[in-house]
T-cell receptor, first 113, second 114 residues
Framework: KAGVTQTPRYLIKTRGQQVTLSCSPI?????VSWYQQTPGQGLQFLFE???????NKGNFPGRFSGRQFSNSRSEMNVSTLELGDSALYLC????????????FGSGTRLTVV | AQSVSQHNHHVILSEAASLELGCNYS??????LFWYVQYPGQHLQLLLK??????LVKGIKGFEAEFIKSKFSFNLRKPSVQWSDTAEYFC????????????FGAGTRLAVHP
């Protein structure tokens, strides 16, 4: 089966701009979670969506938001970009219990200049 | 709050050496445990997972891990490493029956020399 697809793979944005990242989960997976990976902070949980509802949120400012559509595809948005938002953003999909493990996409590398 | 501690940030081994990467977690409830690997330039891949049952779990590529509940540990092992095992390894935990939220350790960079 097809894996988790994230688009775009690379993005360069300017401070103050906003950005939207997209994630298409594995077919049949209804849970999508987002993570930020940086050299300094490692992998940090952003939020998780299931059936279009945000079920859990990490410790990130309100500039980070997301949503999930009825087809389980998810988007995350970062507004008023800061240099520190430069990171690899990873999306993971799973079934409701996580019993399959979490399958990760290749990520979107965001660079803020 | 949940946390995961990986003891070694960098490990250097020669091919055929044995590997053990430490992982301890802090959480009062029942957890699911995972090891992920990230090869250079690639995405995170699941090596193995523990939910319940036999505390010794076997994963892909000859890796195994042992869950020791009394020590809150989930150490990763491989009897004989290969150059192709050069990668970063992440231990992660999620709350059993909870929402899909993974807490990751800081990762261990493994370099295997031929």
């Amino acid at each position: 089966k097809a894996g988790v697809t994230q688009t775009p793979r690379y993005l360069i944005k300017t401070r103050g701009q906003q950005v939207t990242l997209s994630c298409s989960p594995i077919s049949g997976h209804r849970s999508v979670s987002w993570y930020q990976q940086t050299p300094g902070q490692g992998l940090q949980f952003l939020f998780e969506y299931f059936s279009e509802t945000q079920r859990n949120k990490g410790n990130f400012p309100g500039r980070f938001s997301g949503r999930q559509f009825s087809n389980s595809r998810s988007e995350m948005n970062v507004s008023t970009l800061e240099l520190g938002d430069s990171a690899l953003y990873l999306c993971a999909s799973s079934d409701t219990s996580g019993g399959d493990g979490y399958t990760f996409g290749s990520g979107t590398r965001l660079t803020v200049v | 709050a949940q946390s995961v501690s990986q003891h070694n940030h960098h490990v250097i081994l020669s091919e055929a050496a044995s590997l053990e990467l430490g992982c301890n977690y802090s959480y009062g409830g029942t957890v699911n445990l995972f090891w992920y690997v990230q090869y250079p330039g690639q995405h995170l891949q699941l090596l193995l997972k523990y939910f319940s049952g036999d505390p010794l779990v076997k994963g892909i590529k000859g890796f195994e891990a042992e869950f020791i509940k009394s020590k809150f540990s989930f150490n990763l092992r491989k009897p004989s490493v290969q150059w192709s095992d050069t990668a970063e390894y992440f231990c992660a935990v999620s709350r059993r029956g909870g929402y899909n939220k993974l807490i990751f350790g800081a990762g261990t960079r493994l370099a295997v020399h031929p």
